[in-house]
């Protein structure tokens, strides 16, 4: 018995499924990648549409804020004439 390692070789023929499953996987994966891509655009058109939205309410909890120090000072100051 020889001590070579055996080399494996590839057959030419090639079945008429194989070529078909390979076919069809990778229009399988052509398909969701095509679908993958379609939502990321609509999360995108999401996210820029939100933008605005996102920056009104920033304002709107920083008025909110000066709002309650304001309220914060007037109460303070009714508490003190109360006191006189």
Do not use: C, N
Request: glycine content about 2%; aromatic content about 4%; hydrophobic content about 50%.
């Amino acid at each position: 018995m020889s001590t070579q390692p055996t080399r494996w070789r590839l057959d030419r023929q090639v079945s008429a499924a194989v070529l078909v499953t390979v076919f069809l996987q990778a229009a399988a994966a052509l398909l969701w990648a095509g679908k993958a891509a379609a939502r990321i655009d609509e999360m995108q058109r999401r996210l820029e549409a939100q933008a605005p939205v996102a920056e009104r309410l920033a304002r709107l909890e920083a008025q909110a804020e000066s709002a309650r120090q304001s309220l914060i000072r007037i109460e303070a100051r009714l508490e003190r004439g109360h006191e006189r």
